[in-house]
C-alpha cells in the first residue's frame, strides 16, 4: 500500500512546541504498538537502509510525495520526524518484522490540540497483500484515537491509486470528496480523494467486530 509517508516541503519549516500544549508520554517517545505479525516502534537511524529500500521502488512511489532519494536522506528524515513529535506535531511508527523496518505509518495534526489530523502509509510492495497494512493500520488508528485524542483523521489518495482508496475503504473510512488536481508528481497532476474517519465511528466498528481489528 502506498500513501504519502514524506513531505519534503515540511523540512523548511521551524520546529516549535504549539501554545499551551502539555506534554504527554508519546511526545517523549513513541510506544511500541504490537500485533500479530508486526510491531509499529518509533524510528531509528539504523531503519534508513531498509526504509530506502522499500520505499523508493517505483510501485511504492508512483503515487506518494517523493521520498528521499538516498540512505542519508532518510537518516535526515528521520531526525526530523523525531524533532516534530517532540513538539508534538506529528508521529511516525516504523512497521516492522524482526525488528526490521519495512514501511511506516504517519500522523500530524491538521489544528492544534490534534482535534483534526491526517495519516498516511507506505509499505514495501513485497508485502502488499499480505494483512500486514490491515494489522498496522488497526493499531495506528487505535493510538491516533484513544492516545491522542484524535477527533476527525483524514487521509488523501490519488484517485487513480486503486490499492490505496481500497486499503481506506476497507478501514471505514468515508470518501466525502475528490480534490481536483491536487496532487504533483512527476510534472503530472492527480486528483485526491479525501477520506475520513470519525473517532465514534472507529470505536462503533471495533465493538461490532468484537474488539479491535488487530
Request: aromatic residues 10%; charged residues 20%; hydrophobic residues 45%.
Given at each position: 500500500m502506498e500513501q504519502m509517508p514524506y513531505?519534503?516541503?515540511l523540512d523548511s519549516i521551524a520546529v516549535q512546541p504549539a501554545v499551551g500544549l502539555t506534554t504527554t508520554d508519546w511526545q517523549r517517545q513513541l510506544p511500541v504498538l504490537a500485533g500479530t505479525t508486526i510491531v509499529l516502534r518509533e524510528l531509528r537511524t539504523s531503519d534508513a537502509p531498509s526504509l530506502f529500500a522499500m520505499l523508493t521502488t517505483e510501485e511504492v512511489a508512483r503515487f506518494i510525495s517523493p521520498p528521499p532519494s538516498t540512505v542519508e536522506g532518510f537518516?535526515?528524515?528521520i531526525a526530523w520526524t523525531l524533532c516534530q513529535r517532540a513538539a508534538g506535531l506529528y508521529a511516525c511508527f516504523a512497521v516492522t518484522?524482526?525488528?526490521t523496518a519495512i514501511g511506516i505509518f504517519q500522523l500530524r495534526q491538521l489544528e492544534p490540540g490534534f482535534g483534526t489530523a491526517e495519516w498516511g502509509f507506505a509499505i514495501g510492495s513485497e508485502f502488499w497483500g499480505s494483512g500486514i497494512f490491515k494489522e498496522g493500520a488497526s493499531l495506528l488508528l487505535d493510538f491516533a484515537f484513544?492516545?491522542?485524542g484524535v477527533h476527525r483523521l483524514e487521509a488523501r489518495a490519488a484517485v487513480r491509486n486503486g490499492r490505496g482508496n481500497g486499503a481506506l475503504r476497507k478501514m471505514g473510512a468515508?470518501?466525502?470528496c475528490v480534490l481536483r488536481k491536487s496532487f504533483s508528481r512527476n510534472g503530472e497532476h492527480h486528483d485526491q480523494?479525501?477520506?475520513s474517519i470519525l473517532a465514534d465511528d472507529w470505536r462503533h466498528r471495533n465493538i461490532l467486530w468484537d474488539g479491535p481489528v488487530h
Amino acid at each position: 500500500m502506498e500513501q504519502m509517508p514524506y513531505r519534503p516541503e515540511l523540512d523548511s519549516i521551524a520546529v516549535q512546541p504549539a501554545v499551551g500544549l502539555t506534554t504527554t508520554d508519546w511526545q517523549r517517545q513513541l510506544p511500541v504498538l504490537a500485533g500479530t505479525t508486526i510491531v509499529l516502534r518509533e524510528l531509528r537511524t539504523s531503519d534508513a537502509p531498509s526504509l530506502f529500500a522499500m520505499l523508493t521502488t517505483e510501485e511504492v512511489a508512483r503515487f506518494i510525495s517523493p521520498p528521499p532519494s538516498t540512505v542519508e536522506g532518510f537518516e535526515r528524515f528521520i531526525a526530523w520526524t523525531l524533532c516534530q513529535r517532540a513538539a508534538g506535531l506529528y508521529a511516525c511508527f516504523a512497521v516492522t518484522i524482526n525488528d526490521t523496518a519495512i514501511g511506516i505509518f504517519q500522523l500530524r495534526q491538521l489544528e492544534p490540540g490534534f482535534g483534526t489530523a491526517e495519516w498516511g502509509f507506505a509499505i514495501g510492495s513485497e508485502f502488499w497483500g499480505s494483512g500486514i497494512f490491515k494489522e498496522g493500520a488497526s493499531l495506528l488508528l487505535d493510538f491516533a484515537f484513544d492516545t491522542v485524542g484524535v477527533h476527525r483523521l483524514e487521509a488523501r489518495a490519488a484517485v487513480r491509486n486503486g490499492r490505496g482508496n481500497g486499503a481506506l475503504r476497507k478501514m471505514g473510512a468515508v470518501q466525502e470528496c475528490v480534490l481536483r488536481k491536487s496532487f504533483s508528481r512527476n510534472g503530472e497532476h492527480h486528483d485526491q480523494a479525501l477520506w475520513s474517519i470519525l473517532a465514534d465511528d472507529w470505536r462503533h466498528r471495533n465493538i461490532l467486530w468484537d474488539g479491535p481489528v488487530h
